[in-house]
Each structure stands twice: as structure tokens, then as C-alpha cells.
């Protein structure tokens, strides 16, 4: 049985290269961002993820489709592991001022999709999707790039 991985899964998907441009490191706060400037580092962040899973999936899997199997298994070792890099580095911007609460709820939201993934991979190729309240969340908010549905092709008859 040919499946199809999440659309949110690819679409919060992230790798470490991701993660050294974004984030704080210093001892001090950075100053807040503006709204539309937090959007834009965050969307940068989940489009770099889309094209990283996308990549992982080109490496795995070439033109063809995975099994059900071979789904389950791109999830549990590369999806999953990609998703906490991404919800890590969404995490470590600082959101703009007076946005802090609805930005965690947002980002709280993230990891219970990736938990549910995680406990259960099979979700992935499901029509129920794990991320959806992440993804209305993320869009809501106004993000362009993160909550969008993926372009990343999962089988090539569709």
C-alpha cells in the first residue's frame, strides 16, 4: 500500500543548518522584533525545513513513492528528529512584543503534533493530520511559510 507523509510534517520539518542562523545565544535579550520581522525569520525557518525534508525525501526515496512501511520509518527517523530541530528553532526567536503568549501557544501546539507523531508514526500517512491545529494556529497568526500545505511530492501518480 503506497501512503503519503503529513503536509505539516514536511512543512515544520527542519535541519541543524537551520538552526545556526537563527536563535539568541547571547547573555542579553535581543530587542523584540516587529510582528511582520518575526514572521518572515520564523517563514524562513519552516520553508528551510520544507526544502531539507524534501531533500531527505529525494536521498531516500528518488521518484518513487515510499510503502506504508517505509513511510513510518521516514517519519520515526527523519521526520520526527526534523520536526524537534524546527520547533527548537522557532523557539529560540524572540517573538515581538505583546505576542509572547499567543507565539508559545502556537509553538505548544508544534510539539504536540511532533509527540503524536513520535507515538504514533502511522499517523503520517493518515488523512487525520497530527499538526492540523499547529498548521490553523501558525496561520492564523500570519505566518506564510509555516502552517502552509506542502508542495513536496510523496507519490508521483497523484
Known amino acids: 500500500m503506497r501512503g503519503r507523509l503529513g503536509p505539516a510534517a514536511v512543512v515544520f520539518a527542519?535541519?541543524?543548518?537551520?538552526?545556526?542562523?537563527?536563535g539568541g545565544g547571547g547573555e542579553e535579550s535581543p530587542a523584540a522584533p516587529?510582528?511582520?520581522a518575526f514572521i518572515t525569520k520564523a517563514d524562513k525557518i519552516c520553508a528551510q525545513g520544507e526544502i531539507d525534508l524534501q531533500d531527505a525525501v529525494t536521498a531516500t526515496f528518488g521518484n518513487l513513492a515510499p510503502t506504508e512501511a517505509e513511510?513510518?520509518?521516514?517519519?520515526t527517523t527523519e521526520t520526527v528528529p526534523l520536526l524537534k530541530l524546527q520547533?527548537?528553532?522557532?523557539?529560540s526567536l524572540t517573538?515581538?512584543?505583546g505576542g509572547a503568549e499567543t507565539v508559545n501557544e502556537i509553538w505548544d501546539a508544534m510539539d504536540k503534533g511532533v509527540k503524536a507523531l513520535e507515538e504514533n508514526p502511522e499517523a503520517a500517512l493518515s488523512e487525520t493530520e497530527p499538526m492540523a491545529d499547529a498548521m490553523e494556529l501558525a496561520r492564523s497568526y500570519g505566518f506564510?511559510?509555516?502552517?502552509?500545505?506542502?508542495?513536496?511530492p510523496t507519490d508521483p501518480e497523484l
Open 14 to 22: 527542519s535541519a541543524a543548518l537551520v538552526l545556526a542562523g537563527c
Open 34 to 36: 516587529t510582528n511582520d
Open 71 to 75: 513511510g513510518v520509518e521516514f517519519t
Open 87 to 91: 520547533v527548537e528553532a522557532l523557539r
Open 95 to 97: 517573538p515581538p512584543e
Open 144 to 152: 506564510r511559510s509555516c502552517g502552509a500545505e506542502s508542495s513536496v
